[in-house]
């Protein structure tokens, strides 16, 4: 039996009925259209799936819509403005901290939860903040590349 959830997601108070055992990840790309967050493993492994989640950096799959209630949740899309891509999305373009594309969105979410926390970190926070995203394309050295432009810009 679906119940209700509440939700704030990317600035926009949402309410929607889902079952007790959806997840966070179908949640966002089933009922909300919102497929930039993309799904990997669906097992918490990969970081395909990882969103912004009252602060903090979240893989979705392993987390119940419902035990989100009243939560804010910004994903890939929420990040751009009108006036262009958010500095890390900027980044990734710019410093080719991108392939395929498919684990991007997860990466550059990893990316804004570790720069929200620590507006300057070093190579190895970075290499720690995205341990959990999988990538087969890139070889992670333009990623990490890029999160540090980012975090320049940021403090520039």
């Known amino acids: 039996m679906k119940k209700e959830l509440r939700i704030t997601v990317n600035g926009q108070l949402r309410q929607l009925l889902v079952e007790p055992y959806c997840s966070l990840l179908d949640t966002l790309r089933d ?3 919102l497929t930039g967050t993309k799904k990997g493993c ?9 969103v912004i989640l009252n602060g903090k950096a979240v893989t979705s799959c392993m987390i119940l819509a419902l035990s989100v209630r009243n939560g804010e949740i910004t994903t890939v899309e929420g990040l751009a403005t009108r006036d262009g891509l958010h500095p890390v999305q900027q980044a990734f373009v710019d410093h080719g901290g991108l392939q ?17 926390e ?6 190895e926070e970075i290499k720690f903040a ?3 995203n999988l990538c087969r394309c890139t070889g992670y050295s333009k990623v990490v590349e890029a ?3 980012a975090s320049q810009a940021d403090n520039g």
């Open 42 to 50: 669906d097992e918490g492994d990969c970081g395909a799936c990882t």
């Open 118 to 123: 620590n507006s300057s970190p070093t190579e």
């Open 100 to 116: 395929c594309g498919y684990c991007t969105p997860g990466l550059i979410m990893s990316a804004v939860g570790l720069l929200s």
């Open 147 to 149: 999160i540090l432009a």
């Open 130 to 132: 995205i341990g959990g």
């Open 31 to 33: 009922e909300l259209d």
